[in-house]
């Protein structure tokens, strides 16, 4: 986004997303600890809200019939297309599909400026919702003892029973992510993120769905082995599998959650940050 509007790239860094290792850090809790945190899966996320509960905010701030029809359609593509397992990865991946719901409804929305909303809306909240909560239904089904965490689960259709309310930053995150076998992380914008950080450095084990973000410069490829340290999914065959797999392999889990530990404290803690940053201005001065 910044090259787009223009910004020089060579003054563009890619600063690593710290962590706090006396805060995020491996734990052990007694007896009363476990039965509170401890867990076969776990998800923590306030975007709680149905694909369609999004979709149907969008759809209120349109008057125009024909604009209503066409957004309509979209969203049952967009839907298919999310439960045929192809997700929408880039902004762009929406584009075809609004130009598919035009051409079924014979009519197009001219201005740039809405379409342009629209794609974002689709991007940001529709889209990202599907990406989030198919997994959550998947394992749902599949009967293992999930924990869903943020605001707003409570009041999910098909997930309710899951919701254990909101969890604070510090001390009880850490607790999850230490007594929680499989922590998820479901980001639509790929999975750098500071809870995947955090959970990491706390020795959490963490099942990632794939996206191809991860693997762009500045993505978790730049600081992860992707076939070592980090464990992904790519469709609903894959989780089940892997989902399984390390649900019955403790010890795997282990091995996998202390390399990526080991990573977390060489490359995405505060003063790595902080070197990262004077040594770029560094670089820059020097050039002049």
């Not at 701030?61 to 997700?87: G, T, W």
């Not at 009041?155 to 922590?183: D, M, W």
């Not at 693997?215 to 730049?222: A, D």
Request: hydrophobic share 35%; with cysteine.
């Amino acid at each position: 986004q910044l090259l787009n509007l223009g910004y020089p790239a060579e003054r563009l860094i890619y600063l690593p997303i710290p962590a706090n290792p006396e805060l995020y850090r491996p734990l052990r809790l007694n007896n009363k600890g476990r039965e509170k945190y401890g867990c076969e899966v776990s998800y923590i996320s306030h975007h709680s809200w149905l694909p369609q509960e999004a979709f149907t905010n969008l759809l209120s701030r349109f008057a125009d019939p024909k604009v209503k029809q066409i957004l309509e359609v979209m969203f049952e593509l967009v839907k298919a297309r999310f439960y045929e397992e192809k997700d929408c990865y880039e902004l762009a991946d929406y584009e075809p599909l609004l130009w598919e719901a035009e051409e079924q409804k014979g009519s197009r929305i001219a201005d740039n400026r809405v379409r342009a909303h629209i794609l974002d809306e689709f991007f940001y909240w529709i889209g990202s919702s599907f990406r989030r909560q198919l997994p959550l239904e998947w394992i749902a089904e599949e009967g293992y003892d999930l924990r869903l965490y943020g605001t707003g689960w409570e009041n999910h259709p098909r997930l309710s029973e899951y919701a254990r309310g909101t969890a604070r930053n510090g001390e009880e995150l850490c607790k999850i992510y230490n007594f929680s076998q499989v922590n998820l992380q479901l980001m639509h914008v790929g999975n750098l993120h500071l809870r995947l950080v955090d959970g990491l450095l706390s020795g959490g084990f963490f099942l990632l769905k794939y996206h191809p973000w991860d693997y762009q410069e500045g993505g978790l490829v730049s600081y992860f082995d992707m076939n070592q340290d980090l464990v992904e999914f790519k469709c609903k065959d894959d989780f089940r599998r892997k989902i399984k797999f390390y649900l019955d392999h403790p010890e795997e889990r282990r091995l996998v959650a202390e390399r990526a530990r080991k990573k977390v404290l060489e490359k995405l803690t505060y003063p790595v940050s902080m070197q990262c940053v004077i040594d770029k201005a560094k670089e820059q001065i020097k050039k002049g």
